[in-house]
């Protein structure tokens, strides 16, 4: 290899290194640490970020990219390289920039924010006190602003959140595909509400947490989750971390009377680890052993929770199962009639808890409810008041209380805006993907009633995992499915299916 | 405060925060690593190894030390500064020349074959496999022997480590104690084989871990460890580590054949970790926020465990809860034989399952091994021979195999050489220190047997935590009981309870 690229790895091989420690940090706070060691854990992730920030900005790299050739108009450096090293470069580069433009004290500053803002809102959410977040979310959503501001963006701050969360997005894209997106949804939602509700036979029963866990690593164990590499906890907020190309771990959260919560999140965040275990073996530990986007991370956690364990050839082979777990409770009901409530769509205030049909509304509002907060249009006292209004105006929900509102979510705790409209894209690549595996390998169907998992995954890490982020998103669905995103897949596959579910 | 001393106090606020980071890599990897983490996390171990290494021989540091006076004739510095800054001072300077003797790269080398040395112990325990160990002690003892050679010694390259452990111990001050201590002990444990056996109630018995986990938790609540501050989990061999001072966590295993092995080991941890929560509020999170040796160190875990906790009066308290947990194991057991078989003379193989009288003997023999492998008087390779041979003067002990002999202690593959010898020192404080307490606060079984730890902790935290590593060793044992070290305390409480238990 040349000595120039061979350099540049010993680089991102580092910043991989420091960004698994943070992401122990983080983890341990969130799923271990005792309550009082909050305050020194801030410290030790504010100096671990300083570190990350130094390690990325590190001015070698971008000596050692001018070395290579890379610049605005080439990139990938010389295009004689093979792909895999163009592709490594123009990563490095476009990573250099963005982190480049963020003055070290700010990263560490917004780090702090993060760590407290995550402990304030775990509190506030449990008392219902959105006046005791409030403070954190306004600093947070300062910091960002500042973020956007030396980041650079296309016309608007939040346009620089997007982009990062999904390269190439803007406020306007967005709002192109959500505008539509939203109509159909709708529409769909009226025809659902002109049927008759299905039942719930789970309705009202308890259904301990040890037996939801038992069932829970049955199927993440099926779908080809390692527990040699990876592990199942708890934490208030499911989240997939990586520690390593060889550490991805998840966590889910029980509720005793709500069975599938736990089960959904546990096959939603091991879709998201099966992404980041099934990155090629020649990236691994190296900077490109990450997802694409956040779109495309959300594609791969929607693709298992929906398309394989909400359909119909799922509960053909699990619900048996989960029958003898839990006897008494479900013994006499009917395998249908449980599918047909796993699809029951009833709009209901929690986003992670929402039906298919009805998520992308409850993402489309957090989009709106961002782009005010970036444009100043709304402060964020003014949060749980238009957080009520638009769930009235748009689920007809008359929320109670903020925790079931604007409290509901770890992200704006985190300092993480921008990130929630990818999980609508996650659904509509989802779709797509899910129409070209099935050209590929024939109907997924049978495969997932014999619990054969192995081909439909095998499929994910030939055309979308291995790659990890050397490509961009854009280029992952072409080379997937043939043709950039388009919505119409996601919105056909809920007419289909919800239309039989129905009767419509 | 001095600009100096404040500068001095940020930096080694740094440090401190980089143990914390490098405790947490730790901790993990034992408790709840993935298997195939390895390999990555040995990476971010060495990396945070060789931050502390340089935040530690920062030439700052040196600086500023000489700016503040402290030399060879004067380590504490101006005289007239308060003591708590001439002991931080005096400290700083320790460290700083410890430290700044060993290379950067020797430190890191020796980080990875720690982080390897842990992992291959572990593997050849399971399987009782010493040939795929002793590479690695090879390797390990190699880096100590060059760590020594860098750091410097007394007279041989085993005191380095010694003294690393205990303030001022070498290899010939050790023998001097450890020549009579055996005597005294081979002459105890003579009167004992001379008198009829305790029977042992819970033998053949089983004991779900569950229990055992439920009684270990509410001796430890009682005891002061509380959880906003510390957590209780699982690993191969117990420990106790310091994310922060407000973050202390201990460890222990669960046999279901031996009912108080758990219950000893959350003791014995839960002893430690008091010590570190101990220190003084204005030490936090700084370097002197930690023990002043392993040896006193030891004393708090093994007061806790033997004094309090093999005590009759803590089983005048405790044995019915016991009983409550195990009553189809227990119900019938008289507490006086439960006491009496707590405390069962009977040589085996297993240090950390010893009895009090011959632990002592453990330790010795540890000591000799170590000091024939600094010597040279013995190859790693011959050590499972040597084990076995010294086992059976010794201890009378036929070891059938090295998972139950030089295999069982995690300390060497984790390159800690000269830390053995702190046990048994800690035996002799924890006798020495109960004396001054019971002058100072009364007899302590009435306490024990009401449970009101309160008044006992309050002495200990007063007399021995809140000093941290502000205070030699021996300055701590001079302050808390008048005197300097004397074993005798610990021959004559040896010689009373044992008398009382065996009837000599």
């Known amino acids: 290899m040349e000595k120039a690229l061979e350099k540049l790895h010993e680089k991102t091989k580092l910043a991989k290194t420091l960004v698994g420690i943070d992401a122990l940090l983080g983890w341990d706070q969130e799923v271990y640490m005792p309550a009082k060691g909050i ?8 100096w671990v970020s300083g570190r990350i920030h130094e390690a990325v900005t590190d001015p070698e790299i971008g000596r050692l990219l001018e070395e290579l050739g890379a610049s605005e108009a080439n990139p990938s450096g010389d295009p004689s390289r093979p792909e895999a090293d163009r592709n490594y470069i123009r990563f490095v580069r476009r990573a250099y920039l963005q982190q480049t433009r963020i003055p070290l004290a700010l990263v560490e500053e917004l780090s702090k ?62 709002a192109a595909v959500f505008g539509p997106l939203g109509k159909d949804l709708k529409r769909i939602l009226g025809k659902i509400a002109a049927r008759h509700q299905v039942a719930d ?41 990586t520690l390593a190309s060889d550490d991805v771990r998840i966590t889910t959260r029980y509720h005793e009377d709500n069975l ?37 991370h959300e594609s791969q956690s929607r693709f298992w929770e929906n398309t394989v364990g909400r359909s119909r050839a799922f509960w053909k082979r699990y619900f048996g199962k989960l029958q003898g777990i839990f006897p008494a409770e479900l013994g006499k009901v009917a395998q249908e009639d449980f599918y047909r409530a796993v699809n029951r769509v009833e709009i209901q205030p929690i986003r992670v808890e929402a039906d298919e049909v009805s998520y992308g509304l409850h993402v489309i509002l957090r989009f709106e409810l961002e782009r005010a907060l970036f444009s100043g249009a709304l402060e964020a006292a003014a949060v749980p008041g238009e957080w009520r209004k638009m769930a009235k105006e748009w689920l007809g929900l008359d929320l109670k209380n903020d925790a079931m509102g604007c409290l509901q979510d770890i992200h704006w705790s985190m300092g993480a805006f921008g990130y929630f409209p990818s999980y609508a894209l996650g659904n509509l690549y989802a779709a797509q993907f899910a129409e070209s595996m099935a050209k590929a390998i024939g109907p997924i169907e049978p495969l997932v009633e014999a619990g054969n998992f192995a081909p439909v995954l095998g499929w994910l890490r030939t055309n979308i995992h291995r790659w990890g982020s050397s490509l961009l998103p854009s280029e992952v669905c072409e080379r997937a499915t043939g043709k950039p995103l388009d919505p119409a897949h996601f919105i056909a596959y809920l007419e289909k299916k919800y239309g039989e579910v129905y009767g419509f």
Request: proline residues 4%.
């Open 113 to 174: 924010a993060q760590s407290l803002g995550q402990a304030a809102w775990a509190e506030a959410r449990k008392k219902d006190d959105f006046p005791s977040f409030k403070p954190h979310l306004e600093k947070l959503l300062a910091l960002q602003k500042k973020v956007a501001a030396h980041g650079g963006f296309e016309k608007k701050p939040y346009d620089y959140h997007l982009d990062n969360h999904e390269a190439g997005a803007t406020e306007a894209s967005i």
């Open 260 to 296: 599938l919560s736990s089960l959904f999140s546990i096959v939603h965040e091991a879709g998201h680890a099966l992404y980041e275990l099934g990155v090629d073996e020649a990236l691994k530990d190296d900077i490109l052993s990450d997802g694409c986007s956040m779109g495309v």
């Open 39 to 46: 305050n020194a854990r801030a410290e030790q992730i504010a």
């Open 201 to 241: 036979p789970a309705a009202g029963k308890k259904f301990p947490a040890a037996g939801q866990e038992a069932f829970g690593r049955i199927v993440m164990e099926d779908m080809g989750y390692e527990l040699e590499r990876g592990r199942l906890d708890v934490s208030t907020h499911p989240f997939t971390t």
